[in-house]
């Protein structure tokens, strides 16, 4: 059974920072993107970093120089380091990579910024 997994969401003040964790179950995921995504209350789902095997990550607009995305192969993981954050940052943060025409989802991992 092919799946993400999700750790290292919480509660943190405005200015704080966390890193949240996403491991797949299988290897094969080394072959495909991955992509963080975060949903707040009363809005769409977007999509706020996308790391690739070889190229360089890509950023939404709104957290460029505050996250860092990155990969680890050998653990079939990969990672969102969220420094600097904002009230504006609370959501639901999911990981997503697509793999031979599906999309998997992990299930997500609630981040709570107080200003």
């Known amino acids: 059974h092919v799946q993400l997994v999700e750790s290292g969401g919480g509660l943190v003040q405005a200015g704080g920072s966390l890193r949240l964790s996403c491991t797949a179950s299988s290897t094969a995921f080394t072959r495909s993107p991955m992509n963080w995504y975060r949903q707040a209350p009363g809005k769409q789902r977007e999509l706020v970093a996308t790391i690739y095997s070889g190229a360089f990550p890509n950023y939404a607009d709104s957290v460029k120089g505050r996250f860092t995305v990155s990969r680890d192969f050998a653990k079939n993981s990969v990672y969102l380091q969220m420094n600097s954050l904002k009230a504006e940052d609370t959501a639901v943060y999911y990981c997503?990579?697509?793999?031979?025409?599906?999309?998997?989802w992990g299930q997500g991992t609630q981040v709570t910024v107080s200003s």
């Open positions: 997503h990579a697509q793999l031979d025409g599906y999309d998997y």
